[in-house]
């Protein structure tokens, strides 16, 4: 998924030099937490019984939501391993102590048992002084003496969402505060590093949809403050005021946007001002021309099959073909038929291929005519040759027929339909042969004949069927996937014209807007001002301007989604997908959550939908 095959391969550089950045600032010292939070794995040991049940969704939802109640208030903490406790756990005064590190609170989430050394680690812990806190059900079971439980009861402070951050506050055991309107923002996690260059925030806003205007607080502390900016591997010294306890200085986070952040200690009282100009915003039309596109694609995934010279079968989708053909247990001559529509002036169209995999493996005749699988190259990955189908192209209905012998060594039917097969062994398997999708290619539109129904994650949901179209010239607006561009999975070269009228003594910011596609290159009047991939959706262009018209131009990178799908899955557009994603069959993709117990319904139930599912490319609305 992260080689040629993708569109933006050749800039993938401006992802992995920043990756590479953050992860050697990410790694660099060690990650200060004062916070250890039990993980309630022996709880879920005493709950689980195979099935999936109430109490065992429970104890994971709430130990989940302990973790991001925990990050929301901006609390540092580690994860506490019972295991690993009764191993390297130890007490020194007033601080519990795992192998190397040491903290000064330890949180229990809901929990309904505990191991007894973890328990008596604990007492010792709260007797010397050591802060330990209760967001749950209090554990009831242990291996050990019950009275140490109710003992260590007693030494617990009970907590909830709304007094946890006080409680530390009262100790002085805080280290950050992200605010707003004096409120912590719950959607921006953060990490603390301590480096020998000083103290390292890395700092992320979890919501999609919320610009937030922080003010930071670094507790107790008097220090310089310096963004390190990843993207470049240049720095940026911020406005600060350290003349109180806190040093104090403001961040602007957008969706999904993240910081990172250097503190360096400085003498207190000190405050460093950063002059900012007023800004003068200018915004993008909705609308683009077309000023060049990568040949466009259609997915050709359901056809009509014959087996040996018997009668048309189908249609049936192409991926399920293969397992039909598999279940014969022996060679089959196959034919696959596969019928499109074209409503296009094929005066104008330049180029009209079928990419198939493996090409030289099939005869091939479009409308009753055989063509020549002599490849004109290849598209995507090296096994997707290019056929040149373009003399037999017709308007109106067409059909392409792939003939050829479906084989595969004996020791493929052994493994998948021999007893006391491991899964190890199905794993390993290697084809000879795979019926795979086939792809239409050109300079062409393609369009849906039903309408689109809106889902979650920027996903929409057509029935089909699909047409060939005449290649789109214009976007009206910022929605494309439904402009003809469906399946697409190139690079678009798009322009407008932007008229700028400069005020005087401020800087000129060119408000890209958010935008689904994994990068957009964006010029002004011919000089590249940025390479976008994530937040903020902006660029200075003060020194590019002029007073007046400006040619505004954008490459935009598709993804690989809508060509490759999945298409099918019932719910739409998947974040977490395997292989059988792809095929309506169960797999372990399918479980919501690490405690969600699979039981025979779940994988006897059919995952898969006729129905397209692809997601928006573009600039949303």
Known sequence: SLFVQQTWWDEYGLFNDYLGRLCVALSAGHQTADVLLLHPMRSGYVLYDGTRTDAMRTLDE??????????????????????????????????FIVGEISYATVILPQMYAIDAKTA???????????????????????????????????????????????????????????????????????????????????MANHSQTDTVHATLRALGKSCRVIRLIAETGETEALAYDATGEDTVFALTFAPMQSHLILLQDVPQGGTFVVEQAPRQEVTLAPSWKIEDMDLNTMTLDYCEYAVDGGEWQGPVAVIQLQKRLLDLKRPCEVKMRFRFDVEADLSQNREFYVVIEDASLYKVFVNGVRVSTHE???????SFKKVNIKPEVQSGENEIVLETTFRQPQKVYDVLYGENVYETEINKITYDMEIENIYLLGDFGVKSRSAYTRRERRAMVTDGPFVITDAPRELP???????????????????????????????VILKIGNHNAPLVQVYVNGTKVKDSLWAPYEADITELAADGDNEIVCVVYASNRNLFGPHHHIDGECYNVGPESFTGKWSWVERKSEADATEIFDMDKNYWTDTYCFVEFGFPK
């Open 120 to 202: 008596a680690l604990l007492l010792e812990f709260a007797k010397n002084g050591g802060t330990v806190l209760s967001m749950g059900r209090f554990p009831t079971y242990t291996n050990g003496d019950g009275a140490l439980l109710t003992q260590l009861e007693q030494c617990t402070v009970r907590v909830t969402e709304t007094d946890v951050r006080a409680k530390m506050e009262e100790k002085k055991l805080l280290a950050l505060s992200i605010a707003d309107n004096d409120k912590e923002v719950a959607s921006i996690s953060y990490q603390q590093r301590d480096t020998d260059e000083g103290t390292l925030l890395f």
């Open 477 to 507: 607006d910022g929605d494309f996937t439904t402009n003809g561009l469906l399946f697409f999975a190139g690079t678009l070269k798009i322009s407008q014209t932007l008229s700028v009228h400069k005020e005087p003594g401020k800087r």
């Open 62 to 95: 709430e130990f989940t939501r302990a973790s991001e109640i925990l990050s929301g208030q901006h609390i540092s903490y580690h994860f506490g391993d019972e295991t690993i406790i009764k191993k390297y756990g130890n007490v020194d005064g007033a601080r």
């Open 376 to 382: 004109q190259g290849w598209w995507k990955d090296k």
